[in-house]
Every structure is written in C-alpha cells, then in structure tokens.
C-alpha cells in the first residue's frame, strides 16, 4: 500500500467558538487557537480539524454556511487563518477545514436569489418541489425531527423547499451540474489557499430518492422517518468519485468523510484505497450510554456490547481501509459520562477510555476536553440549551408523549451541546476561556477538571508519544488485529501484530481484578495507567481499570 504522510495522524477537533477566545467578546476564534498552538503542540497532536469557521448566521454553529469563500468575523479573517497555517507548520500540525455541502444556509446569496425566482437558474441549486396548500410533498422527518419540507410564500402557496436538518438549512442539489461546479471550484481554492484538507459534513445524504409515496405513520404528526431515502442513496457513488476527482484527487490532502453509519462494503467504498475520502469517521459506539435501562443495572453488558462492536468491525475491516477512531466528538455528550457509571468516575476509568480505540488500526481523533476528562453540564431548564436540536427534539418528545421531566433528563444526559462548553484552561473566572462574558457557560466544575490540574493530561501525552514512537508506530498503523481473551466478560484485549512485531493491548474495563495468562519468553510494558503492574511469570493481574500495553518478545 502507498504510504501517506497523513497514515501517521493523530487528530484533534477544535469546536472553535469554545475552545479560547483571543479577543475578549466572549466567543472563542482563530487568534484563541493560535495562542495554544504550544498547548497542541505539547499534547503531541498533528492534525487540527477545525469545525466550520465560514461566514454564518450560526443557527447551528457554522453548519449554516452563508459564504463558502469568507471566514466569519466571529473568529477572525484570511489573514489570521494564513498565520495559524504557518505557525501550525513550524511545529509540524496540519490545518483541515470542516466542508459543509450537503446544505448552506438560508441566508446563502444562492438560496435568496432561489427564494426570489424559484424558477430561474438559482432554484435549481436547491430542492424545491410542489406540495398542496397544506400538506408538504411528503410526510418524510428528517434528521433533526420535524417535516423535511418548509413552505415557500403564503398560506396558500403550494412550493416547499427540503431541508434533512433545520429549515435554515437548505438541502443544495447535487444532481445540478453548476452547482457542482461552483463547488467543486471553492474546494479547489481553499486547497491552493494552504489547508491539508476537509472534514466532509455530512456527506452520505447528497444523494436524494424522491421515488417514494407517503408511508403510513403511527405517529401523531404523521410523519416517517426519510433517512432510507436520503441516506446512502443509490448513484451516491457517482457523485461523491466526481467530487473526489475534481478536487481531492488534484492534491495531496487528507479528507475525513462523516457518513452515517456505512455497511461494511460501503466503509471500502467511503475509505479504501479508491475511495471516495482518505478515511471516515467511524460511529459504533454513539448511540449507548450507560445510563439508559438496559445498562444503568448491569454497566458491563454495555462493555460486552462495544467489545462485540470494535471486534467485528476490526476483523472485517479491509486491509486498505482507514478509519478515523474516535471517542468524542461535538455531536455527543462527554464520553465519561456516557460510558462510565457516576460512582466510578475517576482518573483510572478516564484514562482506560480513552486508550481503548487509540491503538486500534486507524487514524485516532481526540476531541477538545477530553483530554482533561471534562463531562457533562445538565441544566435545570430545557431553556439554557443553545442547540437548536435539542430544543426542536425535546419538543418532538412531549409530543410523542413523554413528561417534561422524562425529556430534560434525556438531554440532560444525551444532548450533544454538553460537549461544547467551553474549555476549561485553568480555575480562574471563566475557566480562562475568555476575559469577556463566554457566549456559553463554563461548566461549574472547572475548579476540579481544568488543564493546569490535569493529570489525564500527562497520560494522553504519553498515549500519544507510544502511537507516534518510530519503533512502534507502523505496528499502530498497518499492522494485523485479532481480538484476545473475547470470553473474559469486562475485558476488553486484543493484539497488534506487524513484521513480528506482537503487542498486546489490555483494557480491563471493570471495577475489579482479572487474571490472564500470557504465553511468552519476555516482554516489555510499553503503556500503563497505573505506575506499577503485578506481572508474575505467565500471569498478569489486572486492576480496576487498568490500561497494559505490553511488547511480546
Ligand atoms: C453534522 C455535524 C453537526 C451538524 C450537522 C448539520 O452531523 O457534525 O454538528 O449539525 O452535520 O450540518
Ligand atoms: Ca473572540
């Protein structure tokens, strides 16, 4: 396989009005990261993925893009992106940007001229399709709840428009040949403007099947789940080769595709060697959390349940296709809360999620925060969310009948805005996020979980150090899978084999002790989270959450 400089990745996703604001308006921007390049560059990463920073209303944070050629004042300007591009260098980080085309916002010229001549060259841009006076073209909810179609004009007007997230968020329409162009024309640019390439937003749903008469609904909006209908369309292919061979193919860049849930043959199409994106994001493990009935009683089961995930995923993964693992990201709550019982949160089950996909084969990502183990942030109303999903989907929830109470614990502990508060740098006021008032508020637990106190911080610099060690590295990177010990209930094991190289990779993922017997002449621990590990000839004991990379010699 042709080696890639971006084979060696390790990723970082930057929400950037959260992480540091360089100006004091509250709102954290480009000059924010640009003060904590050394942060970055300490911590070991190589790769910043930059969540949108586009010119937005930010309706929904910059997924609602308004110009694709500007940056948002909000986070600065051309120039300051250039600097961030050349200072990132001198300490070897690459800079992505976030590529948000499935959509634009409404407030796009192109969808104001569309609304102004629904007829004209515009309209076409977009996917506008005739209904009734009162009743939409279809009875399709879309990914953020509600009707996928929003009505054009007065109550008597029959055009709507489709949207699969919120209505600011306009469907563009990829079967459109300009379109595409004007596209594929703007990726080009920010290439040759310095960027080593795109996070791709949502990029399985540009293909829409409009081969479809309403379903029958039990629900009481009447409404039915469209995703089978604009996700993974059939001919998705087509589009998404012409959009690699346009533009990424052009250039020596990294592209992540987000893409909902791919079957196994689709993973090859999304990521291997001819695929459509250099890698995609990989999402097993988003929808669990303990909390939920089925694990709130018996935490292990879920355990059980993402070992069965990551083993079936790993051992049938082509050979060329690269995945992008992740823990976090800024769609889902923190993951110590959502994988980790209250009562056993602590430095040791911290640690221990983190690693357990860090050495899986694949490009690891870390998400802002998690490298201090910064959770959650429930709220007492529904009211102090911000994210226009959570509102809309709690609406959604007292309509399909449950409690006001039921729904604000839900997103109490699932909403994804508990990811975005802003990072907490130190214990001072707002954390050190900004002088000014933060745009969102610092979770009050910042005197504990901040970066200057951090000792979860200390172990992902050393986390990072072994994934990037040259001795170790092509073994993390290209090296064999086969799962260990599958039969021991809480432990999740496995090893990594390259060149004759065996590593055996421990994760005991349970408040209590375990004991494997290993076959071996020697070996070497190259990773651990606690300081000392009970290894006795063949038998190793592990202990409550215990991390244990060890080198088979
Ligand atoms: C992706 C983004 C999410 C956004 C949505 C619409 O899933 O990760 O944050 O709301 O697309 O652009
Ligand atoms: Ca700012």
Known sequence: MEQKWWHSAIGYEIYPKSFKDGNGDGIGDLYGVLEKLDYLADLGINLIWLCPINKSPMVDHGYDVADYEEIDPIFGDKDTLKLLITEAKKRDIKIILDLVVNHSSDQHEWFQKALANPDGPY??????RKGTATEAPNNWYGIFNGSTWEKVGDDQSDLYYLHIFTKEQPDLNWENQKLREEIYGMIRRWLDFGIAGFRVDAI????KNFNYTNQHSERPDGLYNGMAYFNNVTGIVDILQELKSETF???????????NTPTPAQLSEYAGENGHFSSVFDFFHTPYHVEEDQFRDNPLALVELLKEKIFNLHQNLAKDVFLTNITENHDNARSIDKFIPKNLQNFHSASLLGSVNFFLRGIPFLYQGQEIGMKNYPKKKITEYKDPTTLRQYDEKLLLRESPEEALSYYNRASREHSRTPMQWDSSENAGFST?????EVN????EIHVEKSLLLAYYKKMIALRKNPDYQDNWIYGDFSPLFSEKEGLISYERRHNGQKICCLFQCRNSKCTIFLKKDGLKVLLSNYETNIIEDATITLRPFEVLILEIV
């Open 123 to 128: 309209g076409d841009y977009y996917i506008f």
């Open 204 to 207: 399985s749903h540009v293909k």
């Open 249 to 259: 193919a052009q250039y020596d860049c990294f592209t992540v595709g987000e893409a």
């Open 436 to 440: 000014g008032i933060p745009w969102f």
């Open 444 to 447: 009050p637990n910042k005197n």
